[in-house]
């Protein structure tokens, strides 16, 4: 069988991905291009790199045996990999760490993010801070309510918060805006998307930058059980953390891929995230052509999500790829299934896992208990849940 | 000869220049439109841009964003556009209409349905703003095979060779970005303008357009002396934006005119 090789050189997944935007970025995503081929396998670059994972970011994350909850469970074996442990909290650091390592080399003094949950931006805002270059993060107003602690992060890291009104004033929204941004201040800034969306080279990029995560499971895998997962379940957003850990495992054709997205009050209420389960049509958004939730004009329609970090009506087009050879397969779960599995990990491991995090647990716990306790479910627990607490309390009517 | 070019070509015997509005359909009432489109022809507008709203306009600064925002209230997508443009033809047999939008309203109804839609309603161009050539070879086929012209944008980061490359897919006329950013910023550089479209004009015979920082009268004037056609789009929605409906088609009106004494 042949090695998977994706995206070709235009940045297509098949029918999916590409590079959909306006003439005026065309130069500056070439650039992008070229200077990434260059130092993707440069070995000062890696050096950099790899030295900042290991003792900024702390790496490599440990896997934990969450041994508790998957008796609690009952089942298949239940093994966290740590990204929570991360500084920032998050597998989104492992992306911002390179992408600025890039603008660095590129002589980019101007950084621009967009975020969600505000994970990414706190990321981009700390390894700006870090390198010393300027950095400008665009959040949608809804979600600048949502998550206050992480404003605040990122104000003291020294970035400026842009909150943005504009349309349904969420993620795609803020990427609009850095969009606009970006086409406007091409030659001084560069543009840190934090997922796996976003024109050629960024799927790629931003996969190749979290595939950190994938490698070290298999390496760690191996040593604690002397073998592979039987299942990788990651949550599924833009999707950078699923890609991160999937990606290694795709040429493993035994290890079965499962990505989890959001289905909010649930798929048939139409309230929800999820474009994969819910066979959402295929469209144009945001520089790629993937599955996207839209309306019959063509129009994108709100989505739904109690997690910040998943209210986003695309996918990475690499997603609706391994959907389509049907290499992965793509579930959602509600905000109560995410909830009900963000306490159980609470009480019986001592972890407080995001809100994005735990919809990748829900599922794991019901795909658990149609398992063999000698089997092994991997989860991407992709980041902490501390900037969750107030939605959490506040769904509990608790005032903090 | 396809209506852009004919326009084109009794404008150059005139020794004129073009002028084109933009305005969004369905901005600021869908019943507005069809006689806002009149107004515009009547008041010298020699082609119109007519925007498709969409959900999410990237490209778009603040101005234009709203006036998608406002159609979209009243539901404005492409099935109305049609119908308008088909209205609008009922008088006005002569004057060019381009659509301009993004590609996600086309491909939602898919490339053929939307050329053939296109072609039974006289539309006379289309500008698809996040579809670089590379990507819509199969819909600019089908654009040729209709007649209808596809009008692609050049901007000031774009290098020589993808000049060529796009003058190889275009056809009506060229429409260069006169600035590094999104419509209605107010930035432009005359002097960067006049030199760039020179080069341009070195590789092509088909006429250019310029647009998206177009100001006022004064830069209009500008413009028209070193391209063929001048477009004014957030200008005019803004006009539009600060109109009521009992003034609305005077105002528009009357900046057209402004534009047009300016442009000859
Ligand atoms: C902890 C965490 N997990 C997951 C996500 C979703 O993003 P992605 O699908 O790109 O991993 C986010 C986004 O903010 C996040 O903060």
């Given amino acids: 069988m042949q090695p998977y090789d994706m995206p070709d050189e235009k940045g297509h997944f098949g029918q999916f991905g590409g590079v959909f935007v306006a003439e005026t970025l065309i130069e500056a995503l070439d650039e992008l291009r070229v200077m990434y081929e260059k130092y993707r396998h440069d070995p000062d670059f890696l050096a950099e790199l790899h030295y900042d994972l290991k003792h900024f970011v702390g790496r490599p994350s440990p896997i934990y045996h969450a041994k508790r909850w998957s008796d609690r469970v009952g089942g298949a074996q239940i093994y966290l990999k740590r990204e929570d442990l991360n500084h920032t909290g998050a597998h989104k650091v492992n992306n911002t760490v390179g992408q600025a390592l890039l603008a660095k080399r590129m002589g980019k003094p101007r950084i621009i993010a967009e975020t969600g949950a505000g994970q990414h931006g706190v990321a981009t805002a700390t390894i700006s801070a870090r390198l010393g270059l300027e950095c400008v993060v665009y959040m949608g107003a809804e979600d600048v309510k949502r998550q206050a602690p992480n404003v605040y992060r990122m104000k003291l890291l020294g970035a400026t918060v842009v909150p943005v009104e504009s349309g349904s004033k969420t993620l795609k929204d803020a990427l609009n805006e850095a969009m606009r941004d970006w086409v406007t201040n091409i ?67 035994e290890v079965r891929l499962i ?142 | ?154 901007s000031p980061t774009t290098e020589l060779d993808r000049v060529k490359l796009i003058i190889e897919q275009a056809s009506g006329f060229l429409y260069y970005v006169s600035l590094k950013g999104v419509t209605g910023a107010a930035n432009i550089d005359i002097e960067q303008v006049k030199s760039k479209v020179s080069i341009i004009r070195e590789l092509t015979k088909l006429p250019i357009g310029v647009g998206f920082g177009v100001r006022d009268a004064a830069t209009a004037k500008e413009v028209a002396k070193i391209s063929d056609a001048v477009v004014v789009g957030s200008r005019m929605v803004q006009e539009i934006e600060n109109s009521n409906k009992d003034n609305l088609i005077s105002n528009i009106s009357k900046l057209m005119q402004e534009l047009r004494e300016a442009v000859n």
């Fill in chain 1, 187 to 253: 030659s001084t800034t560069f543009y840190i998307i934090g997922t796996v969306a976003g024109p050629h080279p960024y799927p790629m990029m931003v996969r190749d930058f979290n595939s950190v995560v994938g490698v070290e499971c298999k390496t760690q895998m191996n040593e604690m059980l002397g073998r592979q997962p039987n299942a990788v379940v990651a949550c599924v957003g833009g999707g950078s953390n699923a890609m991160g850990i999937f990606y290694p495992y795709i040429d493993l054709r």
């Fill in chain 1, 259 to 400: 990505g989890v997205e959001a289905a909010g009050h649930g798929i048939e209420t139409g309230k929800h995230a999820a474009p994969l389960t819910a066979n959402s049509p295929i469209g144009v958004l945001h520089g790629n052509r993937t599955y996207l939730m839209q309306n019959e004009e063509g129009q994108i329609i709100e989505t739904h999500s109690i997690s910040a970090g998943l209210d986003y009506p695309g996918v990475g087009p690499e997603h609706a790829w391994l959907k389509d050879i049907k290499r992965a397969e793509y579930v959602a779960v509600t905000d109560t299934e995410a909830l009900d599995a963000f306490h159980s990990l609470c009480l019986t491991e001592g972890i407080i896992p995001a809100l994005e995090t735990s919809h990748a647990l829900a599922y794991a716990e019901k795909l658990a208990k149609t398992m063999k306790p000698d089997q092994v479910i991997l989860v991407n627990l992709s980041g902490r849940g501390d900037k969750d607490i107030n939605t959490v309390a506040k769904i509990s009517n608790i005032n903090l």
């Fill in chain 2, 1 to 154: 000869m396809s209506r852009i070019a004919n326009t084109f070509k009794a404008l150059k015997e005139k020794n004129k220049k073009a002028l084109i509005p933009y305005i969004t359909a369905g901005d600021p009432h869908p019943d507005l439109t069809v006689s806002m489109l009149h107004a515009l022809v009547d008041a010298g507008a020699d082609m119109i841009e007519l925007g498709i709203p969409f959900s999410d306009p990237m490209a778009d600064g603040p101005t234009i964003q709203r006036a998608s925002e406002r159609a979209l209230a009243h539901h404005v997508g492409l099935s109305h556009v049609f119908k308008m443009v088909k209205a609008f033809r009922e008088k006005d047999d002569k004057t060019p209409i381009i659509l301009m939008g993004y590609a996600n309203p086309i491909e939602a109804i898919g490339a053929e349905t939307f050329v053939e839609r296109a072609k039974n309603s006289d539309v006379d161009g289309v500008i698809t703003v996040d579809y670089p050539p590379e990507e819509c070879m199969h819909f600019t086929k089908l654009l040729k095979e209709k007649n209808i012209d596809s009008i692609f944008l050049l």
